[in-house]
């Protein structure tokens, strides 16, 4: 849907009818800070989004090598135990 310049200046006379021209201007500042925030709003979510689905990421790669660790910890103890075997 798309609006064409007649549209808008029936919606321009209609608010100024409403609001008047001395509040014209607030209300426009309304107007753009409230779609900021609703952009900021939107981006914030995205963000938020891509930083957890890192975050998944990240675990994933702590959790084997994790478990990396282990295994040549469990190794090592093998080693030790077999050394002192062997040494008695």
Do not use: C
Not at 32 to 39: L, P, Q
């Amino acid at each position: 849907m798309r609006l064409g310049p007649m549209e808008l200046v029936v919606i321009l006379v209609v608010v100024l009818l409403i609001f008047g021209p001395k509040n014209l201007p607030k209300l426009g500042k309304a107007f753009g800070s409230t779609v900021k925030n609703i952009r900021e709003g939107m981006e914030g979510d995205d963000k938020t989004e891509q930083v957890e689905s890192e975050t998944v990421v990240d675990e994933d790669a702590d959790d084997a090598e994790i478990r990396e660790l282990e295994a040549k910890l469990a190794e090592a103890k093998a080693k030790k135990e077999d050394a002192a075997q062997h040494a008695e």
